[in-house]
């Protein structure tokens, strides 16, 4: 499996925050917002990805292209519920299972 060699700790965190982003308390306080981009969940989640707008990029492009993640662009202005919504792909969700602490499940 080509992904456990390509896939670092942070693309490992940008994909659990695609795939549940409510899950994250600091996300979780931007639910009341209206609208917003990706970009600001991402980094509210992962704040070494703040103000690293290549990087950011960079790792959903390379999630994207492994087909983990669809509809991800970080850039695009969305409603707030749109913020909160699943953007793993199937594929991407059994990858969170395979890489997951089975005492975590």
Known sequence: MQFLE?????HAAVLGVLDNPGANPNVG??????MGSLNRV??????DLQGNRTIAERIVTDLE???LV???SLHVMMTGSGLLAQ???PLGRLFIEFISDPAER
């Open 29 to 34: 306080r931007m639910a009341g917002q209206s």
């Open 6 to 10: 390509r896939i670092t700790p942070l």
């Open 70 to 72: 669809s509809g991800a």
């Open 65 to 67: 292209a492994m087909g």
């Open 42 to 47: 991402v980094e509210a989640a992962i704040p």
């Open 87 to 89: 953007r793993s792909t």
